[in-house]
């Protein structure tokens, strides 16, 4: 499996970077990026009344919800680029790669890809250390990664289930990605939740899992983990949805990627 993922990450990256170049601008865009919202947070007076106990800067505040998004964003988006990437690369490739299939090739080109993301996901943070004051506690990195592993299986469980959608219908991804988009921001990625109405509120944190995952990594609540037995069942939800779709994937005839006119 490590010569497999190792070998994608390789094709991917010629696939992905024809230029070295644009490799360095997608980094460059990264940094640009935070600087925006280190400088844009400047002038932003956190109001107390709707932070609650956040004592934080307002780039803190918008800062660890993009880090923490960075993971599940790209469990659920990954499975259907697999399946692009599948079809570009035509099926004699996919069976050279992955001899087990498409799922197995999903989970190949997933590792492949995360590998990428937390490489900049320690660069990102790296930055933030030297460069935009950003200094938390040091309880947030272990709560950062136990939150990341809790939510997991979860996201990759949607990640399989948009795939499976994918290969049914042909088309979605554009639908998935402005669907995450706008649930994390109704989840309280620029603002708190606590500035919608009590109905609103519930009903935000009835429908959205987004919502759980930023709320945990917010710097206010560093004094405690925050987790309550309700956290709990995002894993299995995600066990379930693996359990369910994984092996449907699996079992796809791979030949129907190249019969049906799915959208690349």
Do not use: C
């Given at each position: 499996?490590?010569?497999?993922?190792?070998?994608?990450?390789?094709?991917?990256?010629?696939?992905?970077?024809?230029?070295?170049?644009?490799?360095?601008?997608?980094?460059?865009?990264?940094?640009?990026?935070?600087?925006?919202l280190y400088k844009s947070?400047?002038?932003?007076?956190?109001?107390?009344?709707?932070?609650?106990?956040?004592?934080?800067?307002?780039?803190?505040?918008?800062?660890?919800?993009?880090?923490?998004?960075?993971?599940?964003?790209?469990?659920?988006?990954?499975?259907?680029?697999?399946?692009?990437?599948?079809?570009?690369?035509?099926?004699?490739?996919?069976?050279?790669?992955?001899?087990?299939?498409?799922?197995?090739?999903?989970?190949?080109?997933?590792?492949?890809?995360?590998?990428?993301?937390?490489?900049?996901?320690?660069?990102?943070?790296?930055?933030?250390?030297?460069?935009?004051?950003?200094?938390?506690?040091?309880?947030?990195?272990?709560?950062?990664?136990?939150?990341?592993?809790?939510?997991?299986?979860?996201?990759?469980?949607?990640?399989?289930?948009?795939?499976?959608?994918?290969?049914?219908?042909?088309?979605?991804?554009?639908?998935?990605?402005?669907?995450?988009?706008?649930?994390a921001v109704l989840s309280?990625?620029?603002?708190?939740?606590?500035?919608?109405?009590?109905?609103?509120?519930?009903?935000?944190?009835?429908?959205?899992?987004?919502?759980?995952?930023?709320?945990?990594?917010?710097?206010?609540?560093?004094?405690?983990?925050?987790?309550?037995?309700?956290?709990?069942?995002?894993?299995?939800?995600?066990?379930?949805?693996?359990?369910i779709f994984y092996p449907?994937?699996?079992?796809?005839?791979?030949?129907?990627?190249?019969?049906?006119?799915?959208?690349?």
């Open positions: 499996m490590i010569k497999r993922v190792a070998h994608l990450f390789l094709i991917d990256l010629n696939y992905r970077y024809e230029k070295k170049v644009y490799l360095l601008l997608e980094f460059m865009a990264e940094l640009f990026a935070l600087w925006v947070s400047k002038v932003l007076l956190l109001n107390s009344t709707y932070f609650e106990d956040f004592r934080y800067s307002y780039f803190d505040f918008v800062f660890v919800a993009e880090m923490i998004l960075r993971i599940p964003s790209l469990l659920t988006r990954t499975g259907i680029e697999a399946i692009k990437f599948a079809k570009n690369y035509r099926v004699l490739y996919l069976l050279m790669v992955s001899p087990k299939g498409l799922g197995q090739f999903i989970l190949d080109f997933l590792l492949s890809r995360l590998a990428k993301e937390v490489i900049k996901i320690v660069f990102i943070f790296t930055f933030a250390l030297l460069f935009f004051d950003f200094s938390p506690p040091r309880i947030f990195y272990a709560k950062f990664f136990f939150i990341t592993f809790l939510f997991f299986p979860f996201f990759l469980g949607l990640g399989f289930l948009s795939s499976w959608l994918y290969l049914i219908f042909g088309r979605g991804e554009n639908l998935l990605m402005k669907g995450f988009s706008v649930l309280g990625l620029y603002f708190p939740t606590t500035i919608y109405s009590e109905h609103m509120k519930q009903a935000v944190e009835l429908l959205s899992p987004i919502e759980y995952l930023i709320k945990l990594t917010r710097l206010g609540s560093e004094q405690y983990l925050g987790f309550s037995p309700k956290h709990f069942i995002f894993p299995i939800l995600g066990f379930l949805l693996i359990f449907k994937i699996k079992k796809f005839n791979m030949k129907k990627i190249y019969e049906f006119d799915y959208k690349i």
